[in-house]
């Protein structure tokens, strides 16, 4: 896997882009440096891999914007060792980003073609989540409960199988809506049934489908 000196320096403007929107978890800083966005995309997009954009990755999804990978990473305030559970892994790139925080990671993809992708990919690049092909609405009740739990594609509805499935003191993040922007909520599990909810503002996903793909 290349990763030349020009890669590292478009990160840290990308970095510094980010940073003047409000980005400044240390960590997740160092993660958006470290971790070369480039290697997730398609060759058509290497040119463009650091600007603050979305991009296809086949399969009708996209890699979120590296702001959006930072404001969520940064919601969640991961501490090393924590489980985390998440929803859309996507070509893996917010997945790796959890991984270099020191979270142990478990994923879930509905799209096989994604899955089978970056189930080779990863490890390629040193990393090593739980990765699964399954339905994102439903979690993964067989390895709750986990510390934090993040879903990064658009849910019309908070799922209550993952709201089970967070530990008391663990926090969901979420971006919740069925049109073309989503608002994004965090949820800290305070009881068994009692949740704090708090609004972070607008932001856009692809739809979390349910079910398995064919």
Known sequence: MIDTFRH??????????????GIYDSG????????????FLDNAFLEFAYQDKAFPIGAGQTISHPYTVAFQSQL???KKGEKILEIGTGCGYQTSILCYLG???????????????TKLLLPSLGYSPKLFFG???KGLPSFAPFDKIIVTAGAPFIPEALKEQLK???TLI????????????????????LFVTKEHGDFKFV???EQKAQ
Do not use: C, N, W
Request: cysteine-free.
């Open 76 to 78: 969640l305030q991961i």
């Open 28 to 39: 997740v800083i160092t993660a958006l440096e470290s971790v070369p966005r480039h290697l």
């Open 8 to 21: 590292k320096g478009m990160r840290k403007q990308m970095v510094a882009e980010i940073t003047e929107k």
């Open 168 to 170: 008391i003191g663990g």
């Open 207 to 209: 739809p979390l489908l």
């Open 135 to 137: 339905d994102g609405y």
């Open 103 to 117: 979270a142990k990671v478990f994923s879930i993809e509905r799209q096989k073609s994604l899955y089978d992708k």
């Open 174 to 193: 979420i971006p919740v809506g069925d049109g073309k922007v989503q608002q994004m909520f965090s949820l800290k599990k305070t009881t068994d049934t």
